[in-house]
């Protein structure tokens, strides 16, 4: 039962998501066949459009899916639906907006000929908002022991697709020693990423994250800190391989997501980081937030 309201849009019509609206011959349902995307928005506009409305592409192309509808399309579905969503929870704040294409339905069998036609999935929620004594203490992290990050050659992790269970078997395991989500490696032994978010460390004041070569989504918020965000609250930032055994050199580390940006990481098995108003990692949370606030202002054709 949900806890509380999602608003959906399954091919155009608006609906509860507690309602059933798919055939159970959807191949994103049977094999995972399909992609997604995940936007939020800031002061109520829908951050960086573009640079995901791009990624879905790419893991379209990639998967060889026909995209039918265009980015103008979709964001006025996307703006029904958040007006559907407002007219059921009008206090919400900012919000979490979730497309998923699906190749469709058809004949049950792995052939992708077998497929009609893409179908498309909104949901609309509001942002998850993370519990305020995280902020203050950072969130704590284990390493994954029994399972590694899919490598690119079989299943690419840059591929932002609907097949989840490398991460989510491997959240379950750092979950099942008490952290709130967990570190995983590749088949090298190198740091990837998290459960559904990059990482990044803080060495001697300098940002470091692993290259997309090890194996990882390339995240919005990654590019962007990497593009000039860190640039601007004068923090240099690049790329390295890291490994386990590196953790003891580093003074910080933090997630980067779509839906919380930047967020302090105080513990990853016994190791502990600075967390607090003087480190680098809130310089760069407080530099991300500007920029989100410059965009909400430069984009009010994105309001929602």
């Not at 999602?6 to 155009?12: D, E, K, L, M």
């Not at 965000?229 to 923090?235: F, Y």
């Not at 108003?277 to 410059?294: G, I, N, Q, W, Y």
Request: proline share 5%; glycine share 8%.
């Amino acid at each position: 039962m949900l806890t509380h309201y999602i608003q959906a849009n399954t091919n155009g019509r608006l609906h509860p998501a507690s309602e059933p609206s798919i055939t159970p011959l959807n191949r994103g349902f049977l094999y995972g066949d399909a992609i997604y995307e995940v936007w939020r928005t800031y002061n109520g506009v829908i951050f960086a459009w573009d640079e995901h409305w791009e990624r879905l592409g790419a893991s379209a192309l990639a998967l060889h899916m026909p995209l039918d509808l265009t980015a103008t399309q979709i964001l006025a579905e996307v703006r029904r639906t958040v007006a559907e969503y407002r007219s059921h929870v009008p206090e919400a704040k900012e919000l979490y907006i979730r497309l998923q294409i699906s190749r469709g339905a058809g004949a049950i069998g792995l052939d992708v000929a077998l497929a009609d036609r893409t179908n498309f999935i909104l949901l609309v929620q509001p942002c998850p908002e993370m519990a305020e004594d995280k902020w203050r203490t950072g969130l704590r992290l284990s390493v994954a022991k029994t399972m590694r990050r899919n490598p690119s050659e079989s299943l690419d992790p840059a591929w932002k697709t609907g097949n989840y269970l490398n991460n989510l078997l491997c959240l379950r395991e750092a979950k099942s020693r008490g952290a709130d989500d967990v570190v995983i490696l590749n088949l090298a032994g190198d740091v990837t990423e998290a459960s559904v978010a990059n990482i990044a460390f803080v060495r001697g004041g300098r940002v470091v994250t692993p290259p997309l070569s090890a194996g990882i989504l390339s995240g919005i918020t990654r590019r962007l800190v990497l593009g000039g965000i860190a640039k601007s609250a004068g923090i240099e930032a690049y790329e390295a391989p890291i490994r386990p055994v590196d953790f003891t050199s580093m003074e910080e580390c933090f997630l980067l997501s779509t839906t919380k940006d930047i967020v302090p990481v105080g513990e990853i098995d016994g190791t502990l980081f600075a967390v607090g108003a003087e480190t680098t990692t809130a310089r760069l949370k407080a530099a991300f937030a500007s920029a989100a606030e410059r965009y909400a202002r430069e984009h009010p054709d994105l309001a929602a």
